[in-house]
């Protein structure tokens, strides 16, 4: 038992809230070092040691190790020493927060469009995780070779509209994967061109579409390489042989000017 100025180990855990075990390794550690009763050997705790304990805790509830909460207590300035690592810790945790909104977002569409959607194939799911990851790199390309206006439309959706076009992205795939390695002219195949087609312009639109048209081929493969495709190399080229062909027929592409410029 302490006196009016001590407390035993036990007391002060009481008092403070803190365990045994912790405490004592705190003070194995030189955190919170504790006086011994010369006759019994115990540990003793004094009010100083609530006000030291007192800024461990709170300097652990903002984020710091005890080895950098150990070095801070050292320091007689810890104001100035502290206000610069807060800030430090601030920024911090600003990025940890957006990836956890990042990872939230992820977890909220899977979840809706596995609620929605029977046995959605496995590389099709990764590529819609891998493009949510990868979609702040995206928006910042496309402010910087196009605008923030358009990426702004891209990205702003709201929660129904991404559920609706990741949907129709996923039947897509489906039937990409399906058709592949039929001839480009066959009707159902030039359908699923038309299809993906219009979802791309739904999901971009007209203003990115003429954006992208003003690009150099070098800065369009550099923003596709951002984006995660479901599709295997063969699906891939399949799927451009398809849509050349869609373009080809409907007016909208002349592969023999195109190589002129």
Request: cysteine-free; aromatic content about 8%; hydrophobic content about 35%.
């Amino acid at each position: 038992m302490g006196n009016d100025s001590s407390f035993s180990i036990g007391e002060f855990s009481k008092k403070t809230g803190v365990s045994i075990r912790t405490l004592h390794y705190y003070d194995e550690i030189g955190l919170l070092k504790a006086q011994k009763d010369l006759n019994s050997g115990h540990r003793l705790y004094e009010e100083d040691h609530i006000v030291r304990l007192q800024k461990i805790i709170a300097l652990k509830f903002l984020g710091y190790n005890l080895e950098e909460i150990g070095l801070m207590l050292t320091n007689t300035s810890l104001n100035l020493n502290l206000q610069d690592t807060l800030i430090q810790q601030q920024k911090a945790f600003e990025k940890k927060k957006k990836h956890l909104d990042k990872v939230l977002k992820a977890i909220n569409q899977t979840i809706s469009l596995l609620d929605s959607q029977e046995d959605v194939p496995s590389e099709i799911l990764i590529s819609l995780i891998n493009n949510i990851q990868n979609e702040q790199d995206q928006r910042t390309w496309l402010e910087h070779f196009t605008s923030k206006e358009i990426a702004d439309k891209i990205y702003n959706k709201s929660d129904e509209e991404n559920l609706s076009l990741d949907k129709e992205f996923i039947n897509l795939a489906r039937e990409v994967k399906r058709l592949v390695g039929k001839p480009v002219h066959d009707p159902e195949v030039q359908e699923l061109a038309n299809k993906h087609l219009q979802a791309s312009l739904k999901y971009v639109g007209e203003e990115a579409m003429y954006a992208f048209g003003k690009l150099e081929d070098e800065e369009i493969e550099d923003f596709q390489s951002m984006m995660v495709s479901p599709y295997t190399q063969e699906e891939e080229k399949w799927l451009d042989q398809v849509i050349e062909y869609y373009m080809v027929q409907n007016g909208m592409y002349n592969p023999n000017q195109h190589k002129g410029e």
